[in-house]
């Protein structure tokens, strides 16, 4: 199952099920917002904090992919989810609604790939016939927490990206019909120097080509094998970055495959300065738009580098500089 250094080729290719992507009013007039199975009119989802929405959003994102799934809660045997904030509370608060066995993981907003790794992993070995992968973020929650609250109207350099207010998840199976998860490689922790929080998107540019071109060596590949080859969050700033990065490297994507989640999520003219970021960025363009394109048959096979920024505000006080991750996925259907 391990291929070359840091990929497993799944030969079960174990199945997508069902997806299901939850988003916020801001998500709601991005360029998606037909692909989001449930969009809300306010950030607060009617709850007195917004780690509590956050909560609700990832709650019902997990519901949802269950229920189009047709089945039952009990019919999971793991849930594997993750967010932004301080010890994945979301994620777990979640767990606690849901009653499922839990595993917690944290990759930043790689998670949402890391969690469909692992997911597939557990079912391609037989450890679970049904794993549920999921991820969120907040927009407001994440800024009081790593940047500045809202409340403040801080000047944002253009380098800063938005971060999604929304919950992606995916039920992985070892039988039914859909997209088939076929192989993934895990990421290198990669540190180039960047120290500044408001430039995520140069941050993680390194991990995100450092993950690719370990993909395609691993595997014995060309870019051009897929469709579309999509980063998580790198947003225009950073995807520019590893683009120049690539070419330097002599792996060159044609520029008509080769997107970022955090372009695609929202629609020039909205103020999110270099795109979207987070937890559910990737999620919810993955498990909401992609895996929708693939069962139309747009897309027959994708790859999918999620990126993390392995931040927090306490290695920013002490003024760390930024490790960056990426995970990626390719899916398949057939």
Known sequence: MLTGHQTWVFDSKPVIRSSAAVGGPFEAKGALAADFDILHEDVWLGQDSFEKAEKKLLEQACEKAIDKAGMKKEDIQFLLSGDLMDQIISSSFAARTLGMPYVGIFGACSTAMLGLALASLLVHTGAADNALAAASSHNVAAEKQFRYPTEYGGQKPPTAQWTVTGAGAAVV????????????????????????????????????????????????????????IATGDLGRVGHKIAGDLLNKHEINIPPEIFTDCGILIYKEGQPVLAGGSGCACSATVTYGHLLKRMRKGELGRILVVATGALLSPLSYQQKETIPGIAHAVSIEIQ
Do not use: W
Request: net charge negative; charged share 25%.
């Open 173 to 228: 199976s070892r039988e039914g019909e859909g997209p088939r998860v076929t192989s993934a490689t895990i990421g290198r922790v990669i540190d180039m120097g960047i120290s500044d929080p408001f430039n995520m998107g140069t941050a993680m540019a390194p991990a995100a080509v450092d993950t690719l071109q370990a993909h395609l060596r691993d595997l014995k590949r060309e870019p051009e094998y897929y469709d579309l």
